[in-house]
């Protein structure tokens, strides 16, 4: 089955070359993100290269609160960068931790429950960073948009705060379109699935010699994962954070507004 | 009896003083009508007054009692304060006026809607207009009628009939007054209009977050 697989560390370097050609398209049209393709790639070998070197041995000791451990780091460290992308919103890295965490664990729960995946860290630990990343991306662009459309929208919240709505029904449209705006990309990419891209566990599958029958079916409940993921932690991310943009006198903070 | 009072209230903004000890006793049923230059602190005064923001220092008592012990949501039913240049929201005129219904928890009483449009002259077949096809006009009539279908205590206009042509001002007068007359409404306006200032009963003229004579 593995004999296909025939990457070798002189096969990697020669594919080097195709980050060569990124740098002087780059160069060439001074885009300015030389700097970046190659801090990039660095830290993408780096990391990698230790999440391998460290995913060996959890999959080889095989121990659960190895994998807990490893599943704690993943959120965080997902919790982290989605926190960040909040742009200035208070508590941003709270809220993300705890939509991580509702998402991840109900998804992986899930999955585990129903006999999908099995308990053992191959499994958990590879489908928790891809349910991790997508919840990341999926309210990163919640929280954007969230902050954007109180800023382009402030008028609309203030006059209905005005006529004496509460927080949560003057912001009930830029909460429906945040939580959408999270949604969306996984939306999109499964009209596409099997049309315009063979997504990654599919792919990776059919790389190492599984019949593709069998990949589809996989792909079909990363599919389902993915959907559950990003909903919940786009529905639980932005209903916490909207209430941010108020004070306790229910007054919008045109502080935080960009 | 006062329905508001005003004590000493300062608004400041980083060092810059916006409201300057303002202090100032408005009866029920009062129709005051604020002058003053732009950038004078008058539409900071009303909204001091609404609730859509807080005093530095100083205190806003309304109906004898502190404006801050009051819940906002519930003062602001009270305290209704209209824009110069307002959106309308959802798709259609009916979202508009449904919407004080739906922050109520009310059931929707679209005859009483229907009553309200032919008070500024529009149909029952203005319902079902899209926000996007309503003129200038006409949307500040939907706009007002969603701050007085639940009579408030007290209405606050921030320059509304700014840009409308005569007909629409005149439309708009008369129902403020009808307002005003009948249901003993108070009314704090904001204008730089030459024949609502001549027509005023009282004037409050705002310079420099201050009252020159009240």
């Known amino acids: 089955m593995h004999d296909t697989l025939s990457v070798s560390n002189s096969t990697l370097a020669l594919g080097f070359v195709l980050v060569i050609v990124a740098l002087v398209i780059g160069y060439k049209e001074k885009l300015g993100i030389d700097k970046d393709i190659i801090i990039g790639v660095v830290r993408a070998i780096i990391q990698l290269s230790v999440v391998g070197y460290v995913l060996k041995h959890i999959i080889k000791v095989n121990n659960l609160w190895l994998t807990l451990a490893f599943f704690v780091i993943i959120i965080l460290n997902a919790s982290y960068n989605a926190g960040k992308r909040g742009n200035g919103i208070p508590h941003a890295f709270e809220y993300s931790l705890l939509a991580i965490f509702v998402s991840t664990s109900v998804t992986l729960g899930t999955l585990i429950w129903t006999g999908s995946i099995q308990f053992i860290p191959q499994q958990v630990v590879t489908v928790t960073g891809m349910i991790a990343s997508n919840t990341m991306v999926a309210i990163g662009l919640s929280f954007r948009n969230m902050k954007q459309t109180f800023t382009d929208h402030q008028q609309h919240v ?100 960009s | 009896m006062n329905i508001i009072e005003i004590n000493n209230l300062v608004y400041q903004v980083d060092s810059n003083t916006i409201i300057d000890n303002v ?72 979202d508009n006026l449904e919407f004080p219904f739906e922050l109520r928890n009310e059931k929707v009483d679209t005859e009483k809607i229907i009553d309200y449009l032919k008070l500024v002259n529009l149909d029952e077949s203005y319902l079902e207009k899209s926000v996007t096809e309503v003129s200038g006009g006409e949307r500040q009539r939907v706009a007002l009628l969603r701050n007085l279908l639940f009579t408030p205590e007290v209405i606050i206009l921030d320059e509304v009939t700014a840009g409308l042509d005569t007909d629409n001002k005149q439309i708009v007068h008369n129902l403020i007054n009808q307002f005003n007359k009948d249901y003993k409404v108070t009314v704090l306006q904001i204008t730089h209009d030459e024949s609502e200032i001549e027509e005023a009963k009282k004037i409050i003229n705002i310079v420099g977050g201050k009252i020159e004579n009240a």
């Open chain 2, 23 to 94: 202090s100032l006793k408005i009866s029920k049923g009062d129709y005051l009508t604020f002058i003053g230059p732009s950038g004078s602190g008058k539409s900071t005064l009303m909204k001091l007054i609404s609730d859509m923001i807080s005093p530095t220092s100083g205190e806003i008592i309304f109906e004898g009692k502190n404006m801050d012990d009051y819940d906002p949501t519930e003062y602001r039913k009270k305290v209704s304060y209209a824009f110069q240049q307002p959106n309308l929201f959802g798709k259609t005129v009916r």
């Open chain 1, 158 to 257: 203030l006059e209905k705060l005005a006529l004496g709505a509460d927080v949560k029904l003057a912001s009930l449209d830029i909460l429906r379109g945040s939580i959408k705006s999270g949604m969306q990309p996984t939306i999109d990419s499964i009209k596409t699935l099997g049309l315009v891209s063979l997504p990654g566990m599919m792919s990776g599958l059919i790389f190492a010699g599984v019949d593709p029958e069998k990949a589809i079916k996989y792909q079909i409940m990363v599919t389902f994962m993915l959907l559950s993921a990003t909903s919940i932690g786009s529905i639980v991310s932005c209903y916490l954070a909207y209430k941010e943009f108020f004070n306790k006198k229910k007054q919008l903070k045109m502080d935080l507004l």
